[in-house]
């Protein structure tokens, strides 16, 4: 990934060094050549009007035109050619074409009448420049002057400056360089870091911390990094404790029943009551297993990663009424009003299966763990985008300081308790994973030998 990052920050470097070295070559070509074209423009203007005030186009000589003109000449290294109106060659500074006929498309521009004072070409090495010569008393077009000029000094000169220009912009094409090169290494460094230290988590070491200083972004990548190995970590070791906790929970009614066979198996002549009590907590254990079992399965079909919904828009008003009617009866063996209070009709798209086996535990965990004469109250209420479910009762409550542990796998307040009454310790743990799977959420209120109450709430409308 380094040599990735420093061709990029190269390249971002380099490319508008090339582009600057072109532009800035390419801008002083152009600007010398204007320049001496702009020059010979104004010695041309010169000329123009000494050939008009001698009257070199009428035929008569001039010492001052012809000195003028080599003179012009010879600085520029050029030549220049006076043409009158017959396209006949008056002057020619290399004396080779006087009295000839010049036809050219510049002259002929000259003579009919364009309003372009000047027609530069080029002609490779030397520039030519053509003006028409005006006479002011008739306003008119009277003869022409070429003037080519070599442009082999300004090349050179070009060259000169072309290379000083590129020593400097090679100068700071080697600090790009350098400081790409740092660059790449700044960007990089921490980067391996993570990466190294993500492989290390892949293969098994879950204490590694990162602990990266400078750029706020870099902070931001630790921090994150750690919170998420935090998780990793707590994850392993709630998965740990979750393989030990269900090895003891199956272990313990094994254990039980293996006590109880062998006491049947080793003692002869026992009385038939005996067997019958043994054989009666063998049955008790066995049940105690299969309900653990059973919890299991159903907290791993409330798994959000592998749970499949089966979504149905449901009467919730009803959904309550029939799990209120299943446990009445348990609540009548202890003296609990089981009380249900609706205040509107509540159809929602729901998962009937999972939605009743949340609502059934929570129910049947205020009643459970309740006083006997106590009571239940269980509320429907709704607006306009959720249902509310809220379950109250009179129960033994649950400590400020482990209510947030109530929803975690196999845990129990009371554990004495918790055996006495079937519980298993997966209960809360199913339901929240139920409610999260319908996108909804529970909330805990409880105060010690007062009572607890949880609060419910789902969409009407289920979102995939």
């Given at each position: 990934m380094r040599v990735q990052v420093f061709g990029i920050l190269l390249c971002v470097g380099l490319i508008p060094i090339i582009f600057l070295f072109s532009v800035i070559t390419n801008t002083y070509d152009t600007q010398m050549v204007s320049?001496?074209?702009d020059e010979l423009q104004s010695y041309g203007t010169v000329v123009s009007n000494l050939v008009v005030s001698t009257g070199y186009l009428a035929?008569?000589?001039?010492?001052?035109?012809?000195?003028e003109t080599e003179e012009i000449a010879n600085i520029y290294q050029g030549r220049i050619i006076i043409v009158d109106k017959d396209l006949r060659i008056l002057k020619d500074t290399?004396?080779?074409?006087?009295?000839?006929?010049?036809?050219?498309t510049e002259v002929v521009k000259c003579f009919g009448g364009s309003s372009e004072k000047k027609y530069v070409n080029d002609l490779g090495g030397y520039m030519q420049l053509t003006m028409p010569i005006v006479d002011p008393q008739f306003?008119?077009?009277?003869?022409?002057?070429?003037?080519?000029?070599?442009?082999k000094n300004l090349e050179h000169i070009s060259r000169e400056v072309s290379h000083r220009v590129l020593f400097l912009l090679l100068g700071i094409a080697l600090i790009i360089i350098i400081l790409s090169f740092a660059c790449s290494l700044v960007l990089t460094t921490p980067l391996k870091k993570v990466?190294?230290?993500i492989n290390d988590i892949s293969k098994g070491d879950m204490d590694i911390k990162l602990d990266m200083h400078g750029y706020s972004e870099l902070v931001k990548i630790s921090e994150s990094f750690n919170q998420m190995t935090d998780v990793i970590r707590k994850q392993e070791n709630s998965?740990?404790?979750f393989v030990s906790n269900v090895s003891h929970e199956l272990k313990t009614p094994l254990a039980s029943m293996k006590v109880l066979s062998d006491s049947l198996l080793t003692q002869e002549g026992m009385p038939e009551e005996i067997y019958r009590e043994f054989l009666g907590d063998i049955t008790t254990e066995i049940e105690r297993m299969t309900k653990i079992i059973n919890d299991l399965l159903s907290m791993v079909k409330m798994d959000k990663n592998s749970a499949v919904m089966q979504v149905a828009n449901i009467n919730i008003n009803g959904l309550l009424e029939q799990l209120l009617k299943r446990l009445r009866p348990i609540a009548a063996k202890r003296n609990i009003e089981l009380v249900f209070e609706s205040y509107r009709p509540v159809m929602a798209d729901v998962d009937e299966v999972k939605i009743s086996i949340a609502l059934n535990n929570i129910i049947e965990n205020a009643i459970k763990y309740n006083y006997d004469d106590g009571w239940v109250r269980v509320t429907l209420n709704a607006d306009h985008k959720f249902f509310f479910v809220t379950v109250q009762d009179s129960g033994v409550g649950i400590p400020e300081d482990l209510q947030d542990n109530v929803f975690e796998r196999f845990y129990r307040v009371d554990k004495a308790r918790s055996r006495e009454t079937g519980g298993t310790g997966l209960g809360l743990a199913i339901t929240r994973n139920a409610i999260l799977l319908h996108r909804g959420s529970i909330k805990l209120y409880s105060k010690e030998k007062e009572g607890t109450t949880f609060t419910i709430r789902i969409p009407l409308n289920y979102i995939p």
């Open positions: 320049q001496r074209t035929g008569h000589s001039s010492a001052e035109v012809d000195n290399y004396g080779l074409e006087e009295n000839k006929t010049l036809i050219s306003d008119e077009v009277c003869g022409v002057i070429v003037i080519s000029y070599s442009v990466t190294d230290s998965r740990q404790e």
